[in-house]
């Protein structure tokens, strides 16, 4: 894994910025060209990347006032429309990639500063507009799914997306022939953490997932099958909702799935985050539009 962290630039004073975040993940990683093409066209917003060839994903941490974000995703998602095709063979039959069921695959939106979540789900809506104009299907949730406010998990689940090897949903939405299905979402920031645990045996693992979620600061966690250095695992996806807090943060998280897992002779041999602590963002924010 690398990260590259750019400058954020405005001519705004940061008090009169009304600023979101949002967490874009898109599935490619290994070719070069494309990436440099979504760095460039975002470099001016990117907070942080985090550039994964292993599992050929990205995770962008985009900021920026609402037309900025719903614009970045908009072009972000034409280079991906006009360079990558999720139904080519060479990713349909890689065992490595991460799960799955679009391209532009998960759109989360978050109130950074001067908004509310009210205005994170108006930006996510436009920005699932956007993508439906471009025949690319789209699953809301959060406050962007105004009829039942679903959770990513519970849109998860009623696709595909834990299924390896199925780019598609189970057969509600009919995915775009190049970029499949894209989720989209208003919620507050959270950081992902995820572990990546010595066996492939996830029915050892699930009775430990309620141990975790049992965890102060409601932390979520989602146990699935993945391949990590060539051999099979169980990877422990986890959100965290106060990732600065002594019994939120990482580490704490990490210690106690070392713990539950250690009696059934497993341990975590590798860990890592997507996206920076909320207050990170911001701060960096500040200090940089001062500059």
Same mark, same amino acid.
Request: net charge negative.
């Given at each position: 894994?690398?990260?590259?962290?750019?400058? =954020?630039?405005?001519?705004?004073?940061?008090?009169?910025?009304? =600023?979101?975040?949002?967490? %874009?993940?898109?599935?490619?990683?290994?070719?070069?060209?494309?990436?440099?093409?979504?760095? /460039?066209?975002?470099?001016?917003?990117?907070?942080?990347? $985090?550039? #994964?060839?292993?599992? /050929?994903?990205? /995770?962008?941490? %985009?900021?920026?006032?609402?037309?900025?974000?719903?614009?970045?995703?908009?072009?972000?998602?034409?280079?991906?429309?006009?360079?990558?095709?999720?139904?080519?063979?060479?990713?349909?039959?890689?065992?490595?990639?991460?799960?799955?069921? +679009?391209?532009?695959?998960?759109?989360?939106?978050?109130?950074?500063?001067?908004?509310?979540?009210? #205005?994170?789900?108006?930006?996510?809506?436009?920005?699932?507009?956007? =993508?439906?104009?471009?025949? @690319?299907?789209?699953?809301?949730?959060?406050?962007? #799914?105004?009829?039942?406010?679903?959770?990513?998990?519970?849109?998860?689940?009623?696709?595909?997306?834990?299924?390896?090897?199925?780019?598609?949903?189970?057969?509600?939405?009919? +995915?775009?022939?190049?970029?499949?299905?894209?989720?989209?979402?208003?919620?507050?920031?959270?950081?992902?953490?995820?572990?990546?645990?010595?066996?492939?045996? @996830?029915?050892?693992?699930?009775? %430990?997932?309620?141990? @975790?979620?049992?965890?102060?600061? +409601?932390?979520?966690?989602?146990?699935?099958?993945?391949?990590?250095?060539?051999?099979?695992?169980?990877?422990?996806?986890?959100?965290?909702?106060?990732?600065?807090? $002594?019994?939120?943060?990482?580490?704490?998280?990490?210690?106690?799935? /070392?713990?539950?897992?250690?009696?059934?002779? $497993?341990?975590?041999?590798?860990?890592?985050?997507?996206?920076?602590? $909320?207050?990170?963002?911001?701060?960096?924010? =500040?200090?940089?539009?001062?500059?």
């Amino acid at each position: 894994h690398y990260y590259i962290t750019n400058n =954020l630039s405005s001519q705004i004073s940061p008090m009169n910025q009304r =600023l979101l975040v949002c967490c %874009l993940n898109i599935q490619e990683a290994r070719n070069t060209e494309v990436i440099s093409k979504v760095l /460039n066209i975002c470099s001016k917003h990117l907070v942080k990347s $985090f550039v #994964d060839p292993l599992f /050929n994903r990205s /995770n962008l941490t %985009l900021c920026g006032q609402r037309d900025e974000i719903i614009g970045l995703v908009d072009q972000i998602t034409d280079i991906a429309l006009e360079d990558i095709d999720v139904n080519s063979p060479d990713r349909v039959l890689d065992t490595t990639m991460h799960h799955h069921i +679009g391209i532009i695959d998960n759109i989360p939106v978050h109130p950074l500063h001067n908004t509310t979540l009210d #205005d994170a789900a108006e930006a996510a809506i436009s920005i699932s507009d956007n =993508l439906l104009s471009k025949n @690319i299907p789209t699953l809301l949730y959060g406050s962007a #799914d105004k009829e039942q406010g679903k959770s990513l998990v519970q849109v998860r689940k009623s696709t595909s997306f834990f299924e390896r090897g199925q780019t598609k949903d189970k057969g509600t939405v009919v +995915g775009h022939p190049k970029l499949g299905t894209s989720v989209v979402g208003a919620i507050p920031y959270v950081m992902s953490f995820n572990m990546v645990i010595n066996t492939d045996d @996830i029915e050892r693992i699930l009775p %430990l997932i309620p141990d @975790i979620r049992s965890m102060k600061h +409601g932390i979520l966690a989602m146990p699935y099958r993945n391949v990590f250095e060539g051999e099979d695992v169980v990877e422990i996806a986890c959100n965290l909702n106060q990732p600065g807090s $002594f019994q939120g943060c990482s580490n704490a998280v990490l210690k106690k799935v /070392n713990g539950l897992v250690a009696p059934l002779n $497993f341990s975590v041999i590798h860990s890592y985050s997507t996206n920076p602590p $909320f207050q990170t963002i911001l701060q960096s924010y =500040l200090r940089l539009i001062g500059n």
